[in-house]
């Protein structure tokens, strides 16, 4: 315990050491757009020279570059992600306004995929080279190839304005309202998940129902049904949560198309807003937001691969002689 302890506390310096780098070229790659953050503070009226240094002074943006980012990134480690231009609000307050409905829908989008890849790509390798394989190999391209845009306006135009089964803008006022204001977006979100997963588990699934120890249990007349579900498809699930963890963290920059296409209002949104007004606090806040999901994602996965794999499991909890994470187990 001891041994992954360490292990753990050493990823977490990591991923703040990365963070910091990351927050400093988000940073300065902002401030490299042609934009006056002045016009965006003031909505583009005309303000005299005193008024335009006074803001200059407030917003600290008549310090040197170097001096802005560590009078940011202090705040910033204090929890204070300063004021937005536009809004004239706190950037952690509206985070927190926005925030629940983008990790509803990026939530649910996980679920939909996990619920829809597994199976098909299990279905597909029980079924392999069937008219079903086909069938659902043919879904999967179709999936990974559409942007998922071209994915939302089209189930939009179906389920929404022929159907009328889903609304076709908005959020609920409560959770339970948002999980019939969602499904529709979360689905649409979720299609390029389900093709990388579902292709990933069928090839990972064939390849294991092939392996000597399947067919050793097959030899000792294990149910087929046991052989799949125990033993093949936990080998199979390791590479799988790998890409859901990478997959899950993209999703949040797709919501920003889905958001904008249902008008949901999330944090997508938001962004979008920040860019386009130049709103350097609101856009450089929710970039290293994002960063910093993505790497506490796969932190987490780190931990999960843990509980799931018996090899890494012992390497973690120095059962091992070794630190580094071990291949998936292939015994039954």
Same mark, same amino acid.
């Given at each position: 315990?001891?041994?992954?302890? #360490?292990?753990? !506390?050493?990823?977490?310096?990591?991923?703040?050491?990365?963070?910091?780098?990351?927050?400093? &070229? /988000?940073?300065?790659?902002?401030?490299?757009? +042609?934009?006056?953050?002045?016009?965006?503070?003031?909505? *583009?009226? =005309?303000?005299?020279?005193?008024?335009? &240094?006074?803001?200059? %002074?407030?917003?600290?943006?008549?310090?040197?570059?170097? =001096?802005?980012?560590?009078?940011?990134?202090?705040?910033?480690? #204090?929890?204070?992600? *300063?004021?937005?231009?536009?809004?004239?609000?706190?950037?952690?307050?509206?985070? %927190?306004?926005?925030? +629940?409905?983008?990790?509803?829908?990026?939530?649910?989008?996980?679920?939909?995929?996990?619920?829809?890849?597994?199976? *098909?790509?299990?279905? *597909? &390798?029980?079924?392999?080279?069937?008219?079903?394989?086909? !069938?659902?190999?043919?879904? $999967?391209?179709?999936? !990974?190839?559409?942007? !998922?845009?071209?994915? %939302? $306006?089209?189930? $939009?135009? /179906?389920?929404?304005? =022929?159907?009328r089964w889903f609304p076709a803008y908005g959020a609920g006022h409560s959770f339970g309202e948002n999980l019939y204001y969602l499904a529709l977006p979360a689905f649409a979100l979720s299609l390029n998940m389900v093709a990388l997963m579902g292709r990933i588990t069928r090839d990972r699934m064939i390849g294991e129902l092939k392996s000597n120890y399947a067919l050793a249990l097959t030899a000792k007349g294990t149910p087929f049904t046991r052989i799949v579900v125990s033993h093949c498809l936990k080998n199979t699930l390791i590479p799988v949560i790998t890409v859901a963890g990478i997959q899950i963290g993209t999703m949040v920059v797709g919501a920003v198309l889905v958001e904008n296409v249902f008008a949901l209002g999330g944090i997508g949104a938001l962004l979008i807003e920040g860019i386009q007004g130049s709103d350097y606090p609101l856009v450089q806040s929710i970039m290293l937001f994002l960063v910093a999901l993505f790497l506490v994602l796969n932190l987490l996965i780190d931990m999960v691969y843990v509980l799931i794999d018996p090899r890494i499991r012992a390497a973690a909890l120095g059962k091992s002689g070794t630190g580094g994470a071990a291949g998936p187990g292939k015994g039954p």
């Open positions: 315990m001891s041994f992954f302890i #360490r292990y753990m !506390v050493k990823r977490l310096v990591s991923l703040i050491l990365i963070l910091l780098v990351v927050s400093g &070229a /988000i940073f300065f790659l902002i401030r490299l757009t +042609p934009s006056d953050p002045i016009a965006s503070i003031t909505n *583009g009226r =005309r303000i005299s020279d005193e008024t335009q &240094a006074s803001l200059r %002074a407030q917003y600290y943006l008549d310090q040197s570059l170097p =001096r802005q980012y560590l009078i940011w990134i202090s705040h910033t480690l #204090r929890g204070d992600l *300063g004021d937005s231009f536009r809004h004239r609000q706190p950037v952690a307050f509206l985070l %927190a306004s926005r925030l +629940p409905t983008t990790i509803q829908l990026v939530l649910m989008s996980a679920v939909f995929a996990l619920a829809l890849a597994i199976p *098909g790509g299990v279905i *597909g &390798a029980i079924k392999k080279d069937s008219i079903l394989d086909r !069938v659902l190999s043919a879904f $999967m391209i179709f999936c !990974v190839s559409s942007p !998922v845009f071209l994915n %939302a $306006m089209v189930l $939009m135009l /179906i389920f929404s304005l =022929r159907l």
